[in-house]
């Protein structure tokens, strides 16, 4: 069977709102496709990617995609990511676990953050 989940995957915060669009992205790409969508958190949240990825595949998932739900590829994206990635394939070598680049690097988002500000401008 073939089961492509998707772990978003953010920064984490103490103030549990800040996860709140987090979640209401997770529910939209629920709502569009059949497969596992969750979320994960680097610090300050649960649960972490280690734990997405195990709950996926026992959830039945082969094939897991991560998408940085961050706006550039800082520090944590090409640095702390891809090492936290590396132990998930490591505990789960039967599983395909890539990672997308962070969603800020992709021009559809920023076209969508532009529309977003002339919006706020009233024009």
Known sequence: MNTHGIILFGHGARDPRWAEPFERLAAKLRALRGDPVSLAFLELMTPDLPTAVATQVADGCDTITVV??????????????PEVVTQCRAAHPGVAIQCATAVGEDDAVLDAVAAYCVRQTGA
């Open 68 to 81: 940085p739900v961050f706006f550039g590829q800082g520090g944590h994206v090409r640095r702390d990511l």
